[in-house]
């Protein structure tokens, strides 16, 4: 082979390999951004599902159809649940959750436009529209406020919500995480021992006994 056709496959086969790496670096870079893309998540406003006249009862849940017993329920509540809900999803990974102002809107409109319609395909259209991987709902069941001080409590906080995570392309339910508690004293259950303790040994705040409840139900949270 002469000198002149040896530099000219080495060129050649030089510009092969260029290429190769650059197309190999290209897919590495796109499967990277793949990965890193966030979840986008749609809250929709939280609703109370407790008894209006703060009686004992019971409901069903309008996404699952799961029973629940309700109580009594603080004004607010579904409004604490909420904000305690997009603070520990902003802050568990990979989430872009889309401002609620802009859900809630979004999500009275379609509402009132598809009254008749299942509650889930209400829930798809809306996460549709506002291009969200899922849309998270949720209702409260009970709230009911500690009577008392931190330390010597009258009638301890009693709570109870369940959230759900839909996909929004298929209206199916994702996650359901459910909380009911009523916190006792150790002399009532000692089997409560860690979650006593969990709360610094004192009589918990209803948002105190919500954010752990919170913390309970995201152990089960899917990896977004």
Wanted: aromatic share 12%; charged share 20%; glycine share 8%.
């Amino acid at each position: 082979m002469s000198h002149h056709l040896l530099k000219k496959s080495l060129f050649v086969a030089g510009l092969i390999s260029v290429a190769f790496w650059a197309f190999a670096v290209s897919v590495w870079a796109e499967e990277l951004s793949e990965k890193k893309k966030p979840a986008r998540v749609a809250v929709v406003p939280f609703e109370i599902l407790g008894a209006q006249n703060g009686q004992a009862g019971a409901v069903v849940c309008p996404l699952c159809g799961t029973a629940a017993s309700v109580g009594a329920v603080s004004r607010g509540a579904e409004t604490i649940i909420q904000e305690i809900f997009i603070h520990k999803i902003s802050a568990s990974g990979n989430v872009e959750v889309i401002p609620f102002e802009k859900t809630e809107s979004v999500y009275k409109r379609i509402s009132s436009e598809s009254f008749k319609e299942p509650l889930w395909i209400t829930l798809s259209k809306v996460g549709q529209e506002l291009k969200a991987d899922f849309v998270a709902a949720g209702y409260v069941y009970r709230f009911s406020e500690r009577v008392g001080y931190k330390f010597s409590s009258e009638r301890p906080a009693s709570v109870a919500y369940e959230i759900h995570l839909l996909d929004s392309q298929s209206g199916n339910i994702v996650w359901r995480g459910f909380f009911d508690k009523t916190q006792k004293s150790l002399m009532e259950d000692v089997l409560q021992i860690s979650s006593f303790f969990k709360g610094g040994g004192k009589w918990l705040t209803a948002r105190q006994l919500a954010e752990q409840g919170m913390d309970e139900i995201f152990k089960t949270i899917p990896d977004f």
